[in-house]
């Protein structure tokens, strides 16, 4: 199993250690970086700017919000930094959900799996560079539909450095995680646990099944997960370290009525513990929602513990369909935790 990094998202500023962590993950031959975006920092200019002192470690977006960009300014930033990255770059996608996309950029929502059609199809057109991109669908329309009839099909100026540059999908529902496989070169789970590996595994298998022959094979499918890392001298202070974030998760994301990311958590049988973290998180009480987060629930989702309880707990990640594990951990702890991972 190969091990990437998260830089992930910003607080009121860049996070203190950050540059040195991406080019310590190039020293240590991580396999990538990976950024993020939602109302704050973008994606894209952390990797770039941290990325130049790199020389082989892949650069991902984890994820770049789809309504942040139409899907032709996507494609222009995915090829330029292709191109200065020399090949190193991965586009991960996602569509968060209708409170940002709504709320902060002013997107419509609804319909989102449809919408991602659309979307990779124009970016693929612009990396392909076959012909000049055209598209008629509901959500995307190139030329525009209905405007001065002056609109021309246009073809990318720049020549992209790799026609089949990999587009990997966010996704923690079902159904959108069988159009990563479907659609995608690789999927970007959240609250990934091996204990539902097989289940992961078929929902990838109907996406496999319905992938047409002109993307990447399924066999080169990636499944790079995200994993909150946590290094302590045992497993309870360290997943005291990691209860905070998925109390936020659980309790502060989505809207009252829509929180991917507590749905996701629920699936894994922790419906309970949800519904009691939200209930704390509501009342104000954010630290009482971390108290109430289980070690059980932690080590579903998370690696917490000594080098040697990090190095048993990540057995069951490798014996999953997970092709890559990004470390989600401090900046200035990724030499240690990398560290206690290999042993």
Known sequence: MRLGYSVG?????????????????????????????AYGSDALTPLAWWGARTRRVRLGTAVAQMAARTPTATAMAALTLDHLSGGRFVLGLGASGPQVVEGWYGQPYPRPLARTREYVDVVRQVLRRAEPVRLDGEFFQLPLRGGTGQGKPLRATVHPLRADLPIHLAAEGPRNTELAAEIADGWLPAFFSPRLDAEYAARLRAGFAR????????????????????????????????RPNLALYIGG????????????????????????VARRWAA???????????????????LAGNPAQLREQLAAWERSVVTTLILQTDPRALRAVVAGLRG
């Not at 009121?12 to 970086?33: H, M, Q, W």
């Not at 002109?214 to 005291?240: I, K, M, Q, R, Y």
């Not at 104000?284 to 998370?302: I, S």
């Open 9 to 37: 998202y910003w607080a009121a500023g860049p996070p203190a250690g950050a540059a040195e962590a991406v080019a310590a993950a190039d020293e240590l031959g991580l396999d990538s970086v990976w950024t993020a975006e």
């Open 211 to 242: 992938r047409t022959a002109n993307l990447s094979p399924a066999t080169a499918f990636e499944v790079s997960a995200g994993v909150p890392v946590s290094l302590a001298e045992d497993v309870e202070p360290a997943a005291d370290a990691l």
């Open 253 to 276: 994301m989505g809207s009252a009525t829509t929180n991917f990311h507590r749905e996701a958590i629920e699936r894994l049988g922790h419906e309970a513990a949800c519904a009691e």
């Open 284 to 302: 104000g009480d954010k630290a009482g929602a971390a108290a109430a987060v289980p070690t059980e629930l932690v080590l579903d989702v998370a």
